[in-house]
């Protein structure tokens, strides 16, 4: 289950690393974003609706304008038909007029009140009266269609008019709300950015502040070593003095050894410089009892035991257990899966001393310095692609006993992981999956069994 890839993202993992110091910025640019998103929403709807009614208008201004054409030309040819006619009706006054006097039994034309006279005066001024009234009548008639087609004409003007002003109206609140619209979306990418760069600060603030817990921790565990070191050689230099004896030197404390917790990263492993843990031939030490521990995964829905590899491996939902009193070494390491790596102290019972990790998708719920007890929530698992990883850790320092003794290549079931296992059945709990039948590596001396 333990791939060194970078998979914490902070979608996923914001509420467990948000700063309290950003909160307010970060949760102002949320509110900005659902402001602005709702803003650019409605302005592309009315965008859209000012594109239908532009387009419509400019339809029938289309259509007037073709209809103002056709009159016009229409009264062109009223004009051109009407200096026709007249002509006509001259030519025919003046033929009649020529014509009449040859016939004195000619009839006039069809509604014509002429008479044949002897007297050409007379007959002269009888046509050219009838001509003109012919005439004057045709020109009229001529006059009153002129007129309507240039009311008409007049009527469609002012109608294209006033489309091709809606039209410029459009155009410009179209252009406006384009203008707009492009201010508002910059403004949002403006934003977003912000606020990535909020989360992005506030992860590296937790992150350095999670270091420097980890390494004041591990300076005052070093202290208080050193102290009692120091306290232990004046006590055997009294006794010796005491008694004339040579003092006896004792062995080393049986301690786990604390090693200065690696840099969390977010491009590299976890694993930069494993401690070394010496190999021992497998020692028979008597089974102890787990008196004062519990099953830390006795909260868990769906639990699911996977393999058995650096640790044990499980898939599920909901609040994980510290299994016995401690104190908490670390919450954070960039080189897990998720970004979690939950380490404490053993500091009673039979592994007193010795350190339990539960590590991938996990949000913490406690800080570093905490003391836990088994009613301690260290996280909440939630079901995300790696699931959890617990076992014994290498310190705080985001290693594992079984990889710093080299136990581990990849996917086998480390002794270290095999004995956790144990660990957990014996509180209760269920064991994991062995991937081969003997497990890789041994237990250093003095190491319980269960």
Do not use: C
Request: glycine share 10%.
């Amino acid at each position: 289950m333990f791939a060194l890839v970078i998979l914490g993202s902070l979608a996923t993992s914001g509420a467990a690393f948000a700063a309290p110091a950003s909160a307010s910025g970060v949760a102002s640019d949320q509110s900005q974003i659902s402001q602005l998103e709702a803003r650019i929403a409605s302005q592309g709807a009315a965008l859209q609706q000012l594109v239908a009614r532009s387009n419509e208008t400019q339809g029938q201004l289309s259509t007037l304008q073709q209809k103002l054409s056709t009159e016009r030309q229409q009264l062109l040819t009223y004009q051109a038909n009407e200096a026709v006619a007249a002509s006509n009706l001259r030519k025919l006054a003046i033929q009649e007029y020529v014509d009449g006097p040859a016939s004195a039994a000619k009839v006039p034309p069809s509604g014509s009140s002429l008479v044949a006279r002897a007297d050409s005066a007379m007959v002269e001024g009888e046509y050219v009266q009838v001509a003109g009234l012919n005439v004057a009548q045709a020109m009229q008639n001529y006059s009153l269609d002129a007129k309507l087609v240039a009311t008409t004409a007049a009527a469609t003007q002012n109608l294209s008019n006033e489309a091709q002003k809606t039209v410029s109206a459009l155009a410009a609140q179209r252009q406006a709300a384009v203008a707009a619209l492009a201010a508002d979306e910059k403004t949002l990418n403006q934003v977003k950015g912000n606020l990535a760069q909020l989360l992005a600060a506030a992860q590296a603030k937790l992150a350095a502040e999670q270091l420097a817990a980890e390494r004041a921790l591990v300076a005052r565990v070093v202290a208080a070593q050193a102290a009692q070191a120091a306290q232990a050689q004046a006590a055997r230099a009294a006794a010796a003095s005491a008694t004339s004896r040579p003092p006896v030197a004792e062995p080393p404390a049986t301690t786990p050894p604390t090693t200065q917790p690696a840099e969390p990263s977010t491009v590299t492993p976890a694993f930069q410089a494993p401690v070394a843990v010496a190999q021992s031939p497998v020692v028979q030490t008597p089974v102890v009892s787990a008196a004062g521990y519990a099953n830390p995964l006795r909260g868990v829905s769906a639990l699911h035991p996977e393999r058995i590899d650096q640790g044990v491996d499980f898939s599920g939902y909901g609040p994980i257990y510290a299994i016995g009193d401690g104190v908490v070494l670390s919450t954070f390491n960039g080189g897990w899966p998720g970004g979690t790596y939950i380490s404490y102290r053993l500091t009673s019972g039979p592994a007193a001393g010795l350190t339990v990790y539960a590590a991938e998708d996990i949000f913490p719920t406690v800080q570093v310095g905490e003391t836990v007890t088994p009613g301690t929530v260290l996280g909440t698992l939630y079901e995300g692609p790696a699931g959890m990883e617990t076992g014994w850790a290498n310190g705080g320092s985001g290693s594992t006993m079984a990889y710093g003794a080299g136990q581990f290549g990849g996917s086998n079931t480390t002794m270290f992981g095999y004995n956790f296992s144990l660990l957990l059945q014996s509180v209760g709990g269920p064991g994991g999956v062995m991937e081969n039948s003997v497990p890789t590596g041994s237990l250093p001396s003095g190491w319980p069994n269960w």
